[in-house]
Structure formats: structure tokens, C-alpha cells
């Protein structure tokens, strides 16, 4: 049946970086998980910094309107529906190849992001997560085509994952509204058992979805190198391209590290997005092909989709951490005199 869906899509006169990887359907459905995955993983963070926020007001209550500003209400509606499915479609179209090489830039930039900044800066856990959407929907992508490379039944397989990937992006999103709407009143008044865990264990939260993104990655990793390593005949060609990549992928990684500390936080995500982009780019010009320049392209459009809609969620991790940093300020402001009364005494 699948096999005469396919037929009623002629592809002979189209030309060679419009063909899919596989099957439309097949990508169609790994698409569709991996924007399920970017939508969970986006109301997650969203519930986390919502916890943090009212965590916050609790112990100051005269930063309620501040804090407050730099976060909004998610999508929702026809509105949210348009943004899941171009997301979905642009996932589908990028080719295995290009979201395998999103997937090995994103993992190197993590590993040098976390050694510069340190395992505790919880700032650059949450500005990563962020970044990291598009990424993840291509991890997820990519993930699936290596697993279900070569099943006589992928579209089935494909089908479920896709369904089971919806199911948890509904629930992601109700546990979203139900938190915005109702966690102040039930968690006070000790009412509905949702409330009562988050306020009990919401700090957990983060940990968590860290953990979860680290075992998405280093199986992507995994999908990504053998994808990549498919396309060449020999060792001597491998070489000819890993070298370059290897060292393109470094010197990116280090202006970019240099481009977040001098700059404010969603202007450096914008820049990092077009420089660490346009150098692939400039990479499959001289060792790709003209279907990886299109792609790249096409994930120009999906980083920009993924990263405009929760630029709050940025700025509510910068804002977090500086709010943070002012306070350690003033109690170590308050206890210097402190401390030199006692020597003097």
C-alpha cells in the first residue's frame, strides 16, 4: 500500500535536491516526531521557569512585575497549529545528511559550552536547552532513520512513534495551561495532586530534562556519524571531509563562546545561529553537494522558527541569573561591615 502511495508521486523530472531521503510519508511521520519533541521540550521549560517564578515571588514580593515581563503565555490555538506543522515540514524536507551534521555541531558546542562554563551554571543549561530545539527535532530525526533503516515495516513502526510522540506533546502542553492557570490556588490550598508534586518536586525538573536531552544527543551522535559515513566509498574520502569539518566545527565553537560574552543574550543567539549556519554552509560548498546547500538553507528557516517564538524564554534565563548574581551581591555587601566591625573588635 505504501509502495503505491508512493507511485502517485512522480519524481523523474524533479531535480536532485528536491527528492526526499525516503519515502514522503516516512519523513512526514519522523518530522512530525521530532516537532513533538521540540513542543515538549518547550513546555517543560516553560512550566520549569514558571515554578522558578513563583518560587521567586514567594521570598520577594516587590520583583512579582519585573520577573513576571519576561515571560509569555505559549502558543496556542490556529496560531500554535501553523507553528507545529512548518515545523514538522521543515524537519521532513531536511535531508538525514544536513540534521546529522545539526546534530554533531550541536554536541560539540555543548561539550565546550558546559567545560567553559561549568557543570552548576544553570544560565547556560536553560539558554542551551533553548537553542537546542531545532537540534533536538533533528536529533530525534535522524535517530529514526538510522533505528528504522532497512524495516520491512517502517511506516508502521514510524506510525507508532509518531502517536506516542503526539500523546506526549498533548500532555506536555495541558500540564502547561494547568500550571499557568491553577498552580497558585491548588498549591496553596493543597488541592490537586499535579500542584502538590510539582511544589514538592519542581526543582527536579530541569535535572531531568537535562538527563533526557543528553541520552537524545548521544544517540544521535551515534546515527549521525554512521549516516554521514554511508555517503563515502573509501577511508581516503571520509578524511577528505571530517578533516575540514573537524576544524570548522572548532573554530566556530570558539567564536561563538567569545560572541555570548560580549553580547546580550538574544543577539547572540541570532548571530551564533547565522554564523555556525552560513560556515556549514560555506563547508558543503566546497565537499557537499547542492541537496546540503538547500538544506541548510530550509534549517536556516527552522532555527528561526524554533528560536523567535521563545525568545522570552531567554531572556527569563538571563534575567534569572542576573537577578541571582544582584542578590549574592547585596549579602555580600551587607556582610563586609560585618566583618569588619568583629576584626576591629
Not at 71 to 83: A, E, T, Y
Not at 141 to 153: R, W
Not at 166 to 182: D, K, M, N, P, Y
Not at 293 to 301: A, E, P, R, T
Request: aromatic share 8%.
Amino acid at each position: 500500500m505504501l509502495s503505491f502511495i508512493a507511485s502517485l508521486f512522480p519524481t523523474s523530472f524533479l531535480p536532485g535536491w528536491l527528492i526526499l531521503d525516503a519515502n514522503p510519508l516516512i519523513s512526514l511521520l519522523q518530522g512530525l516526531v521530532g516537532s513533538c519533541g521540540i513542543a515538549v521540550l518547550c513546555s517543560l521549560m516553560r512550566v520549569h521557569l514558571f515554578l522558578e517564578d513563583e518560587s521567586c515571588r514567594d521570598e520577594k514580593e516587590s520583583s512579582n512585575h519585573s520577573r513576571s515581563t519576561h515571560l509569555r503565555r505559549s502558543k496556542s490555538g490556529l496560531s500554535g497549529r501553523i507553528h507545529f506543522f512548518i515545523v514538522t515540514l521543515l524537519l521532513a524536507v531536511v535531508g538525514s545528511r544536513v540534521a546529522s551534521l545539526v546534530v554533531l555541531e550541536f554536541c560539540l558546542r555543548a561539550v565546550s559550552g558546559w567545560v567553559t562554563a561549568g557543570p552548576d551554571s544553570r544560565k547556560f543549561v536553560q539558554q542551551l536547552l533553548v537553542q537546542g530545539q531545532f537540534s533536538l527535532g533533528c536529533a530525534l530525526s535522524c535517530s529514526l532513520h538510522f533505528l528504522h533503516e532497512g524495516a520491512s515495516q517502517r511506516w508502521l513502526s514510524l506510525l507508532l512513534a509518531a502517536a506516542l510522540s503526539w500523546f506526549l506533546a498533548q500532555q506536555a502542553t495541558r500540564l502547561l495551561h494547568h500550571v499557568t492557570a491553577l498552580y497558585k490556588l491548588h498549591s496553596s490550598q493543597h488541592y490537586c495532586g499535579v500542584c502538590i508534586g510539582l511544589l514538592a518536586s519542581g526543582g527536579r525538573l530541569l535535572p531531568t530534562l537535562c538527563r533526557t536531552t543528553i541520552i537524545t544527543f548521544s544517540v544521535a551522535v551515534v546515527a549521525a556519524v554512521s549516516i554521514i559515513n554511508q555517503h563515502f566509498l573509501s577511508a581516503s574520502e571520509a578524511l577528505k571531509f571530517w578533516t575540514p569539518l573537524t576544524i570548522c566545527y572548532t573554530l566556530l565553537v570558539v567564536y561563538m563562546q567569545e560572541e555570548q560574552h560580549r553580547l546580550p543574550s538574544s543577539q547572540a543567539v541570532l548571530n551564533t545561529v547565522v554564523v555556525r549556519l552560513g560556515g556549514l554552509m560555506v563547508l558543503m560548498l566546497t565537499v557537499g553537494r547542492w541537496a546540503d546547500v538547500i538544506h541548510i538553507l530550509i534549517c536556516f528557516l527552522g532555527e528561526a522558527s524554533c528560536l523567535i517564538p521563545t525568545m522570552d524564554l531567554l531572556d527569563a534565563a538571563l534575567y534569572q541569573d542576573e537577578e541571582d548574581y544582584t542578590d549574592y551581591a547585596k549579602k555580600d555587601h551587607r556582610q563586609r561591615p560585618r566583618e569588619k566591625e568583629k576584626e576591629h573588635k
